[in-house]
T-cell receptor, first 110, second 115 residues
Framework: DAKTTQPNSMESNEEEPVHLPCNHS???????IHWYRQLPSQGPEYVIH???SNVNNRMASLAIAEDRKSSTLILHRATLRDAAVYYC???????????FGEGTQLTVNP | DTEVTQTPKHLVMGMTNKKSLKCEQH?????MYWYKQKAKKPPELMFV???????INESVPSRFSPECPNSSLLNLHLHALQPEDSALYLC??????????????FGPGTRLTVT
């Protein structure tokens, strides 16, 4: 699976929007972009995924660049409970591997 | 029920012991996974079962032996482990199929310490 690049860490203030970037310049045409997060002492949790169009769900929004070489996970109003490591992962439709990169550690300040 | 359960939560075992980790899901998922996660590192895939058959083994040492007795249950049998095998072992499940990459549901993990 293609590689993703994320910042090691980001900080946000509570109730402010957070934009978590991910670069995936070697993405193939059929790769899906998945986001997971891992809260302290818990297993990873699925957040959102997309292919070409922007996606919204109850947890977040995913903005995908037109050339698909980058994407941004948007948390509209960060809460303290959103403090976690966020992973951006590419996966082919026939694949089952989740290859986690180092992810972005998000700190939310009260 | 969208939960993946894992037992035990914590396990301490000696290098000569034999123990098993258990994972269960009742979402009708036909793909199940074992991951290993060392402290402050991302999870690493170990095994994938699809329709109760082992489909991926990421060159895991034979002291780890997976088993999928039925579509809801996944075991990981441990024997003659080394201290460096101490880690958080995560189980996950997902719908199985082609045409899209399904999201995976993770359990809380078993914290294993090998002494």
């Amino acid at each position: 699976d293609a590689k993703t690049t994320q910042p090691n860490s980001m900080e946000s203030n509570e109730e402010e929007p957070v934009h978590l970037p991910c670069n995936h310049s070697t993405i193939s045409g059929t790769d899906y972009i998945h986001w997971y997060r891992q809260l302290p002492s818990q297993g990873p949790e699925y957040v959102i995924h997309g292919l070409t169009s922007n996606v919204n769900n109850r947890m977040a929004s995913l903005a995908i660049a037109e050339d698909r070489k980058s994407s941004t996970l948007i948390l509209h109003r960060a809460t303290l409970r959103d403090a976690a490591v966020y992973y951006c992962i590419l996966i082919s439709p026939s694949g089952s591997r989740l290859t986690f990169g180092e992810g972005t550690q998000l700190t939310v300040n009260p | 029920d969208t939960e993946v359960t894992q037992t035990p939560k914590h396990l301490v075992m000696g290098m000569t012991n034999k123990k098993s980790l258990k994972c269960e899901q009742h979402m009708g998922h036909r793909a199940m996974y074992w991951y290993k996660q060392k402290a402050k590192k991302p999870p690493e895939l170990m095994f994938v079962y699809s329709y109760e058959k082992l489909s991926i083994n990421e060159s895991v040492p034979s002291r780890f032996s997976p088993e999928c007795p039925n579509s809801s249950l996944l075991n990981l049998h441990l024997h003659a482990l080394q201290p460096e095998d101490s880690a958080l072992y995560l189980c996950a499940s997902s719908p199985s199929g082609t045409g899209r990459a399904y999201e995976q549901y993770f359990g809380p993990g078993t914290r294993l310490t090998v002494t």
